[in-house]
């Protein structure tokens, strides 16, 4: 499997995600080699700020047009950014099998969480975790992201003092 590939075009949405002033995350999803939904943050800026519209979740949206012709468990899912909680949640129901990220979430990342100590709908679902792909492509995004002063997510959280300490 070639990684480095697909966490390429996850970052090119990161890319476009931080010039449009959002948080530097992007997200594709691949079927047997081939990337068949993609998404970047939105809405961690201006007045619409939520924690919904993460780039795993608005790949998520994108793939539920897709879900009933093809077998999930051959679906990858490519993300600058460690999941969290959320967006593990709901990649695992998906039937997702295989996360590959490329920066650890120091503050909310959700991959080392014990799946096994959770309800069966969690825990039988098997998934393959494959971190720091093109980790240091991610990380200076997320560096110039926390170095603008004019960005206020998660300004001075715990992410930022360990990214921008990097």
Same mark, same amino acid.
């Given at each position: 499997m070639d990684y480095e590939f697909y966490m390429k075009a996850a970052l090119k949405l990161a890319r476009k995600? #931080? %010039?449009?002033g959002e948080f530097p995350v992007g997200c594709v999803i691949t079927y047997r080699g081939k990337i068949i939904a993609s998404g970047d943050r939105k809405? $961690?800026?201006? %007045?619409?700020k939520n924690e919904i519209d993460h780039a795993e979740m608005v790949a998520l949206m994108r793939l539920t047009k897709k879900l009933q012709k093809i077998d999930a468990h051959h679906l990858t899912l490519y993300c600058t950014m460690e999941p969290c909680l959320m967006?593990?949640?709901a990649i695992i129901l998906s039937g997702i099998?295989?996360?590959?990220?490329a920066y650890e979430d120091v503050m909310g990342g959700g991959t080392?969480?014990?799946l096994a100590k959770l309800k069966p709908l969690y825990r039988?679902?098997?998934i $393959?975790?494959?971190?720091?792909? #093109?980790?240091e492509e991610s990380l200076m995004l997320f560096k110039t992201y926390f170095a603008d002063q004019a960005n206020d997510y998660w300004k001075g959280s715990l992410l930022a003092q360990y990214t921008l300490s990097r």
């Open positions: 995600a #931080l %010039d449009a809405n $961690s800026k201006g %007045d619409m967006c593990l949640g099998r295989e996360i590959v990220f080392n969480c014990n039988d679902n098997y $393959s975790i494959v971190p720091n792909i #093109l980790r």
